[in-house]
């Protein structure tokens, strides 16, 4: 994209900001869609926007450009505003639901969408190696610098999954905090079970609304521009996958303007 294009591409996205969140939403919804024109990769996540406030299709995914762009955008004030201003704390959660319900030890972990590795952190005292990927290359940056993992990779962690070949397969694979930007599951189910050894774990966790908000739908993109999962949808494509279930709970994910942000966290074994 030329210079031209990007100070198109600013301009058109602080007018559809600007006119969302003045609530003008006929017109918010052609500036997204001029967003969309401009930067047809999405970097600036105009679908999901679309899709958040009813006036678009929801995506199957939040566009992986745009990921990224907000993960390096946000890296550096990450731990800080995630974990000490929203209150999150799912790889600790996931470590408890481990070891309640499946303790370990795990020799091989990959932690798919590892951020600043936080569940390297969590996960150290029952794993002895960790590999971990992101498509976020400042997110990478900053998991390098705990020390904990063993290699770090730059991608797309369905593709990841599919391609490392060369990788032997895992006891355990975590992914924190990854569905919420993520709307159809079935791929990286499918993935992860195809790479766990027998009796592996995949674990994960999920946001949700509640059934008016659903509306019988399996995912919906919320109001904060994160995808939610209805559990049953979750469970019944883990039914389709060498994965069976053994462990689901519900748990306040982060909190938002003072407010719980509900979700599950899931423990699957691979049979």
């Not at 996205?13 to 869609?33: F, H, I, N, V």
């Not at 995506?59 to 974990?83: E, G, N």
């Not at 959660?93 to 309640?100: F, K, P, R, Y």
């Not at 027998?198 to 949700?208: D, L, N, P, V, Y």
Request: proline content about 5%.
């Amino acid at each position: 994209m030329n210079a031209n294009d990007l100070d198109a591409l600013e301009r058109a996205y602080e007018r559809a900001l600007k006119l969302e969140k003045s609530g003008k939403l006929d017109k918010a919804t052609e500036a997204w869609r001029e967003v969309l024109r401009i930067d047809p990769d999405d970097c600036g996540g105009a679908a999901v926007r679309l899709a958040a406030m009813g006036r678009g299709e929801t995506p199957d995914r939040a566009s992986p450009a745009y990921v990224m762009t907000l993960f390096d955008q946000h890296a550096d004030a990450f731990d800080d505003i995630l974990v000490r201003q929203l209150g999150y704390d799912v790889p600790n959660l996931i470590a408890g639901a481990l070891a309640a319900h499946a303790p370990g030890p795990y020799p091989r972990m990959l932690d798919l969408g590892c951020g600043t590795g936080l569940c390297g952190v969590a996960l150290e005292p029952v794993t002895t190696e960790r590999v971990a990927v992101d498509l976020s290359e400042e997110m990478i940056g900053l998991a390098a610098e705990r020390d904990l993992y063993d290699d770090l990779y730059i991608g797309e962690i369905v593709s990841f999954l599919r391609e490392q070949t060369d990788e032997a397969d895992w006891d355990l694979i975590v992914a924190a905090d990854v569905l919420p930007y993520l709307g159809g599951v079935e791929e990286l189910f499918s993935a992860s079970s195809a790479r766990l050894n027998a009796k592996g774990i995949f674990a994960f966790s999920t946001e949700t609304l509640d059934a008016e908000a659903l509306k019988g739908r399996p995912f919906v993109v919320g109001p904060n521009q994160r995808f939610a999962h209805d559990l049953a949808y979750l469970e019944k494509t883990l039914a389709g996958t060498e994965l069976k279930l053994i462990h689901a709970e519900a748990i306040t994910v982060r909190h938002e303007e003072g407010e719980p942000v509900p979700g599950h966290l899931v423990l699957a074994r691979k049979n």
